[in-house]
Nanobody, 119 residues
Framework: QVQVVESGGGLVQPGGSLRLSCVVS????????MAWYRQAPGKERELVAI???????NYLDSVKGRFTISRDNAKNTVYLQMNSLKREDTAVYYC?????????????WGQGTQVTVSS
């Protein structure tokens, strides 16, 4: 069993900041990619940011320069620092982690944490 638990969501005013955290625990061997996705009402889930085990990152164009993804491999934890938040960042944010075991990829998802940007 693998558990993925996100925290740090909430209500913030436009221009504000939030930091999301996600801890992966349980029967895991070596997490490879860790990522944050989001899904706004009526829209499809989209990849916000991804980080490899070695620290290579990639971002959705609309969050570049505002969001920063980081991870602590020893703690199987990934973070998303979100600055200069905009109303269009409002969504449920999901943590995702992948690992490869004997050539088979496994993908783990959290339950999601709500981020609301509103005045």
């Amino acid at each position: 069993q693998v558990q993925v638990v996100e925290s740090g969501g909430g209500l913030v005013q436009p221009g504000g900041s939030l930091r999301l955290s996600c801890v992966v625990s349980g029967s895991i061997f070596a997490i490879n990619h860790m990522a944050w996705y989001r899904q706004a009402p009526g829209k499809e889930r989209e990849l916000v940011a991804i980080i490899t085990r070695g620290g290579t990152t990639n971002y959705l164009d609309s969050v570049k320069g505002r969001f920063t993804i980081s991870r602590d491999n020893a703690k199987n934890t990934v973070y998303l620092q979100m600055n200069s938040l905009k109303r269009e960042d409002t969504a449920v944010y999901y943590c995702n982690a992948d690992e490869e075991i004997d050539t088979t990829w496994y993908s783990y998802w959290g339950q999601g944490t709500q981020v609301t940007v509103s005045s």
